[in-house]
């Protein structure tokens, strides 16, 4: 201990934590991969059958659709973005949230009226809980 200096175990610390978290994170990727890819054969399954949801011995699967919004014409909806100033609808993906709140008829009334450039998609809902 008297032969160390403070470096060296800032050092040693660093690395050990480096290493911890290298490997934290591989792991973490490989379970990411098989999740997706049981969550994928789930889904075809599903899709084959008319059910709505399943238990397990140790969880519980519902299953709702979804809508979701897609951009069908970027033009045209790039177009209405700039024009209405409703940048608030894109993040990375768009924001179902900016494109809800902007479905609304001149009296501020929720309506089913797309906005212009978009199109539905329907998408699952997976929520698996412990039965």
């Known amino acids: 201990m008297a032969g160390k200096t403070i470096g060296k175990y800032v050092d040693e610390i660093y690395t050990l ?6 490997a934290a994170n ?10 997706s890819k049981k969550n994928d054969e789930m889904e075809a399954k599903f899709k084959k059958s008319d059910l709505d949801g399943a238990i397990g011995k140790i969880g519980k699967l519902k299953i709702e659709p979804v809508e979701k919004f897609q951009v069908d014409d970027y033009d045209i909806f790039n177009a209405w973005v700039k024009k209405n ?19 609304v008829d001149r009296k ?4 089913k009226k797309l906005l212009p450039g978009l199109k539905i998609f329907e998408t699952i809902k997976y929520s698996i809980t412990k039965a």
């Open 26 to 35: 591989a792991e973490v990727s490989r379970l990411k991969k098989i999740i």
């Open 85 to 103: 100033d409703a940048f608030d609808c894109y993040e990375k993906k768009l924001s179902q949230k900016g494109i809800t709140d902007r479905m």
């Open 17 to 22: 934590k480096s290493v911890d978290l290298k």
């Open 108 to 111: 501020g009334n929720p309506t």
